[in-house]
């Protein structure tokens, strides 16, 4: 499968399930997203958001972002998530990063709510009328506590490794993949590389597996991470974000930044 | 030997504070705490008192969890992170963090990153440690616009963890949270009470002549130039660099 | 650490949570444990008991057995066990599998409870008061749904093929030994072997294993899950677990298999 | 080509029973509806037809799951199961099931394993095939003793799983939820419909004259008897030899 039509599959209006920074972010199909051009996204980070989210939102294909934050990391803020937050252009659901586990693991589950600490007094708590407060039923009396509805995205789209070619990938330690992938109703992934042992056939590669049950597609991205890095392949680009993090300043610089990259499909035509 | 630097003040006070935890967290790009928690596990380890786990988030090297980012919160909630570090753009009296924006929510301005982790860790890391080194009326307010994570609770939340201190570039606090407000425990050398007070947007107790941040002491000092600033450098080369440049200037 | 240390950690009246059979059952620790002798310890097996589970009750150490099955698997029943059931010796809490994992997650997400659907209309939970069953606050009204309280074992017992040097555990894919570890308060491990490399120090070996921070004691037992096998490492004795399941149809049966296993103190005191 | 093997009719008509499912869960030593999930994978490929996934469990080989023992009830739970077999020592008409003992409750003798996890899968997985090859009035039971999993659950119990079908060693039943109960679809041959009365403690409608549960055809035999007979011996070595010693008989 190509990344054009992987990025088929997302029609508007879906919710999409992103991971952090450091975990895994498909930044090839971002490209790929902002060619296809389905819009009215709802972005779920899992469970903060950062160049992807960015770029999404200054492609306008962006109508909601639940996050428990939205930043280019050392490279400041995100110009365009934070311009489109000012002047009121997206609906924002801000959580905390338990939260954002919490309603994946209440759809893994199979659960319509998951419990969590904390959040009482917050004023997240107060735009949140999706969440509710009850009294923990097994302490003699009063004991809030906060109750997060299960979330399962329409789609959970990540960067792995690799994947084998009985279509399960290997994620390593970042659970919070699968964790995307079981809540999710289509699992999407872009990898460096296709292997040709099954992951499944040692323990050792098996115990960083997330099985190709939960997987719907399995794209070849190499660097699809980038500039972001991937953990045990590359580091982190970070002169290219802070190249970004300036351009994108206004919308002119983002649209300049977009048409430059590697990928963008409009260039690779014009050739 | 130069004179303490004032990023030394603070490294040596965040080991101070955090005396007697066995596992610290530190969130990502946070140096001053990381060679602070950095410095108390070597000045243990030289007494031979029990070792001091230090977790630092986001770092490939220094991640000792396995479980995908939720491991942090799950840890923390089954008490096994006694320290943490909670910032904020707006710090209030109260010890409210504002890690969301200035103005009417939702439509922020500036927008801020968000809350993160901390309305769940503020309630259950035994051990917070407000770090902001900016010290401005800006950062430090009467009221924050948007209360991230409370610095306090009502009687009857359940709330195992909270504030106990809040360091900034100018001086050391403490919080009281039957008060609950904050105490000047000490200003740090070049700052005086007035500065203080013009600097602090939020009334604090204060001794009519508060001490001096006490400093480290030579062998701490050694310490710290020497091998505290090579373990950071793995993680923050560029702070260590810098660091080292200005110790040495 | 020898075994012998490790056992003298469990006091009477504690609270141990033991693996499923092919997870990584401590059979090692077993022996030790009787040796040992505390006594009125309850046992929540994850999610089901086998071997272990009956020759610690024949040994009478067992106040009460927490668990959704327990059986010798193609032996058939386990007789000691069965006979203190008929007998009413032990406290049974009997549950489901998913209900043993929910007390679990609950504990390690810090949180009172942990919902989990089905189970209504079950005897299961007709015998468990300290089950809740409350409206979904998140339904128009109705739809019961059961709360599993958390449950935070005082120790997690089990065996693994490896440990490194900095008490950091190899568990593959058998990530329940994670959540009864997360769980507890200590948590004992016997492995195969420990191994000089960091098994942190690589994306592929820190996929599947337990850091050491929630690790107390490591003890090495060379094939210490025998007679039940180890995955990737050795496979069940069939032969002896039904040499175990004829000799143990009595009490008298019992306390002669026992004595006359490799590794009783009694045994190896009186050579 | 002998004539068809008793446990071969259990195995075709398994296969016909998953028609549909993209993924069934088997559970530990259930060799023969194994067997049949192996042959409706058979005869779906041959076919060209979308893959049928099976997972069995406890199995190191046919493990298809990466989350430890609680993976098969999440993804069960996730709608991602769409069949599971479960037995019972006791199976009453309305489709209870009894795996934990004969007797008073919790002193039961016999005591039997436990629950496992019916008590959650029976709720949540769509297409729960009953199977028991023992057909006798102490199995087949007017009221089981207790409760492992109820056959039906009151309205408004959230449910999307439940009992279709009961499979025995003399016949196969459905299962309509609305009665509730048991209607008797087909005799396998060499039995009839006196002896399974006898057979059953609980009432069940019927023809006046059940036909014949459907016999494998000869390809299909071939498959069964060939390639699934090894498939089926990676996981169940002595049941795959018995059935070929059987069989060839």
């Not at chain 1, 190509?2 to 991971?19: I, K, N």
């Not at chain 1, 989210?53 to 972002?65: K, M």
């Not at chain 2, 508060?210 to 002491?217: K, M, V």
Request: glycine share 10%; net charge negative; proline share 7%.
């Amino acid at each position: 499968m190509d990344l054009r039509g992987m990025a088929s599959r997302v029609e508007a209006g879906m919710q999409l399930a992103l991971p952090v920074d450091y975990a895994g972010v498909s930044m090839a199909m971002t490209r790929a997203l902002i060619d296809h051009g389905a819009g009215d996204l709802d972005l779920f980070c899992v469970p903060t958001g950062g160049l992807q989210v960015d770029q999404l939102v200054g492609a306008g294909l962006v109508r909601s972002v639940e996050t428990s934050a939205v930043s280019l990391g050392e490279a400041g803020g995100a110009p365009r998530f934070n311009q489109a937050v000012g002047e009121g252009r997206i609906a924002l659901r801000d959580a905390t990063c338990p939260a954002i586990h919490a309603g994946l693991m209440a759809a893994q589950k199979g659960n319509p709510f998951q419990p969590l600490r904390g959040i009482i007094g917050s004023d997240i708590l107060r735009f949140r009328p999706d969440w509710r407060v009850i009294d923990n039923p097994f302490a003699d009396g009063g004991d809030p506590i906060v109750l997060i509805p299960a979330v399962r995205p329409d789609i959970a789209l990540f960067h792995a490794p690799m994947a084998d070619r009985q279509g399960n990938v290997w994620i390593g330690r970042r659970r919070e993949l699968a964790a995307m992938a079981y809540a999710a109703e289509q699992t999407l992934v872009t990898v460096e590389r296709i292997v040709d042992e099954n992951l499944l056939g040692s323990e050792m590669s098996a115990a960083g597996t997330l099985p190709a049950l939960y997987v719907s597609e399995i794209a070849v991205a190499p660097r699809g991470a980038w500039p972001y890095g991937l953990w045990g392949e590359y580091p982190t680009d970070t002169a290219e974000i802070l190249r970004y993090a300036k351009a994108a300043r206004t919308a002119e610089g983002f649209a300049e930044y977009m048409a430059g990259l590697p990928g963008n499909r409009s260039r690779e035509l014009a050739r | 030997m130069t004179d303490v630097h004032p990023r030394e003040v603070l490294i040596a006070s965040i080991a101070r504070l955090l005396d007697g935890v066995r596992h610290v967290a530190v969130g990502a790009s946070s140096p001053i705490p990381a060679a602070g928690a950095m410095l108390l596990r070597a000045l243990k380890k030289r007494a031979g008192a029990p070792p001091v786990r230090i977790s630092i988030l986001g770092s490939v090297e220094h991640n000792f969890f396995t479980n995908g980012s939720a491991e942090l919160f799950d840890c923390a909630g089954q008490g096994r992170v006694d320290a943490f570090f909670l910032g904020g753009g707006q710090i209030d009296g109260q010890a409210n963090i504002n890690l969301v924006g200035i103005g009417d929510y939702p439509a922020s301005a500036p927008r801020w990153p968000g809350s993160f982790g901390s309305a769940y860790l503020y309630f259950v890391v035994p051990r917070v440690i407000l770090f902001r080194e900016e010290h401005s009326p800006r950062v430090f307010v009467e009221k924050v616009d948007f209360i991230s994570a409370p610095g306090t609770s009502e009687a009857g939340v359940h709330r195992t963890g909270g504030p106990v201190a809040l360091l900034t570039g100018k001086a050391l606090f403490s919080f009281d949270k039957s008060r609950p407000g904050f105490t000047l425990e000490s200003l740090h050398p070049g700052h005086d009470l007035n500065e203080v007070r013009e600097a602090t947007g939020f009334a604090f107790r204060h001794a009519d002549q508060p001490g001096q941040t006490e400093l480290p002491d030579p062998a701490t000092l050694v310490l710290l130039r020497g091998q505290i600033m090579d373990e950071l450098s793995e993680t923050y080369p560029e702070f260590a660099n810098q660091m080292r440049r200005e110790v040495c200037a």
